[in-house]
């Protein structure tokens, strides 16, 4: 289970004195168990990936910012911080795949028009899962409708 991946290399990090790994894989954790006391059940690892998904979103929107102000030490911190996180995603679609995918999609729900990009996007979101972000099936759905 990705639970346990996480602890394992949690104990690793603090082993090898990673300090970077350590703190994300920590976030993670942290992130995990807030869901779980809030919402009194155990996620299971599909629930888990989606988590993860939203940190590396909340690295993303913020890389972006710190690249606007300058901030060189940021930037490579969270970057690193991307790379662990990306460990313990599903590989990433490209942007083929995803546009082979969301082809499919529009057939299935019988989308037309750009009126139908709701019926799409939810669709989408959940055949791909956290193997793409919200961002990119929203491009790719915006040029085939």
Known sequence: MLKEKLLEDL???MKEKDEIKKNTVQ????????VE?????????????DIIAKE???????????????????????KKEMEIIA???PKQLSKEELTEIIKKVIEEV??????DMGKVMKAAKE???AAADGKSINEVVKELL
């Open 11 to 13: 104990k690793i990090s």
């Open 27 to 34: 976030m993670i954790r942290a992130a995990i168990l807030q």
């Open 37 to 49: 006391k809030d919402k009194g059940i155990q996620l299971d690892d599909n629930q888990i990936i």
């Open 56 to 78: 590396m979103k909340k690295r993303k929107d913020s890389l972006g910012d710190y690249e606007k102000s300058g901030r060189e030490d940021l930037i490579e911190a969270v």
């Open 87 to 89: 460990a313990y995603l």
């Open 110 to 115: 019988g989308a037309v028009d750009i009126k």
């Open 127 to 129: 055949k791909i899962g």
